[in-house]
């Protein structure tokens, strides 16, 4: 039995079971339907369905980030059980979360002097999250110590690349990611942004696109530019989806036409209820193992 956790929050949008298999601990996000809260438990309280359905039939949402009592009652659990751990956050370029993880950290680590705690921004989100934290199961699994998971995390967190879309600019618009008039030329025009995640951790626009068919090609060729091995890349590749399964299959299938070395199908998740919060539906996002990201 390993004797470290390795633990992250909800929002790295990975299923219950996956979780579960791989050994990865959770904490869950909060967020509001209509002004009722609810966990961001992965579609348990809520069915993904459901939640998109409601929000294309105009319900409001907001989320709220975990607070450093709820860190800390759960990191005590495990500390009590005599684990070390490496706690993994959501990217501070989109969330202050980390800053309660470490709160947390700094009282407990003077309660529990023998044990070790680390926590990581990610400087990821979403199912991009969610394959940063298959690696660090990988490595532990390996029989890599905490401290070489730790190096590794914060060595190679940057070469995790993620890459989206939307086919609906309502919830950038929303959250003040695109102008307004910007939102309403782009729906007539029917533009679809390609966003990445940039070194900071934070979600930036890089490119105009008509047409939803033009934008599933370009995001391919995306990965081919930056790709760990371009077209010969070999890694594991998750995408996640808002409602728009036919859009992800759509990217699925040329990514597997594209890349013939990859390890194993490209895995296909949901967006959870936290990120799908600000996304909305109609995205799609595209996640491998890359260059390092420097802009």
């Known amino acids: 039995m390993s004797e470290y956790v390795i633990s992250c929050s909800s929002t790295a949008d990975l299923t219950k079971e ?12 909060h967020y509001y ?21 409601r929000m294309k039939d105009g319900a409001m949402t907001k989320t709220s980030q975990i607070n450093a009592d709820e860190f800390e009652s759960y990191f005590r659990k495990m500390l009590e059980q005599g ?8 990217s501070s370029g989109i969330s202050g ?15 529990y002097p023998d044990r070790k705690i680390y926590v990581v921004d990610s400087l990821a989100a979403s199912s991009g999250y969610g394959l940063f934290m298959d690696k660090l199961a990988d490595l532990r699994d390996e029989g890599k110590s905490v401290d070489e998971v730790y190096e590794f995390a914060m060595n190679e967190r940057l070469c995790l690349q993620h890459w989206f879309f939307t086919s609906d600019l309502t ?20 533009i679809c942004p390609l966003l990445n995640v940039d070194h900071e951790g934070k979600l930036i626009a890089r490119e105009k696109i008509r047409t939803k068919k033009k934008v599933i090609k370009r995001i391919v060729e995306k990965m081919a530019e930056n790709a760990k091995d371009g077209t010969d890349y070999s890694g594991k590749c998750y995408i996640c989806q808002s409602a728009c399964m036919d859009d992800a299959k759509a990217v699925a299938s040329l990514v597997e036409e594209k890349f013939k070395r990859l390890d194993g199908k490209v895995e296909i998740y949901d967006i959870g209820t936290t990120i799908g919060s600000h996304t909305g539906p109609g995205t799609v996002a595209l996640f491998f193992w890359g260059r390092k990201r420097e802009d």
């Not at 996956?18 to 996000?29: A, G, L, Q, V």
């Not at 992965?42 to 998109?52: K, R």
Request: negative net charge; proline residues 3%.
């Open 33 to 53: 339907i209509d002004g009722v809260e609810y966990p961001d438990d992965l579609g348990q309280s809520i069915p993904f369905d459901e939640f998109y359905s």
């Open 18 to 29: 996956h979780f579960e298999k791989r050994e990865i601990s959770y904490i869950c996000f």
């Open 171 to 190: 919830y950038l618009v929303r959250g003040g990611r695109v102008s307004k008039v910007s939102g309403f030329v782009g729906t007539v025009l029917d």
């Open 97 to 111: 979360v980390v800053n309660s993880a470490q709160i947390a950290k700094d009282t407990l680590s003077e309660e």
């Open 83 to 90: 684990k070390d751990i490496i706690h993994v956050s959501l």
